[in-house]
C-alpha cells in the first residue's frame, strides 16, 4: 500500500488548508482520508475522485 499526505485547497473556502491521506489499494481504487477526523473520507477510481468525494462528505458534516 503506498501512502501519501498531501495539502488540499478547498475551493469554496479558499482560507481553509487540509491534510488529506491518500492510500493507493489493493484492489486499485484510490482513498482519501481527511487526517484529524478519519471517520471523513472519499474513495474512487483516481485520486481526483477520491478528493472530490471527501470534498462533499465534509460539506455535508460541515
Do not use: F, W
Amino acid at each position: 500500500m503506498n501512502l501519501t499526505i498531501k495539502n488540499y485547497h478547498n475551493n469554496t473556502a479558499p482560507k481553509s488548508t487540509y491534510d488529506v491521506l491518500i492510500e493507493n489499494q489493493q484492489d486499485g481504487t484510490v482513498k482519501a482520508i481527511l487526517l484529524g477526523l478519519p471517520d471523513c473520507q472519499g474513495s474512487g477510481n483516481t485520486e481526483t475522485e477520491a478528493i472530490e468525494q471527501l470534498s462533499q462528505t465534509l460539506l455535508t458534516r460541515l
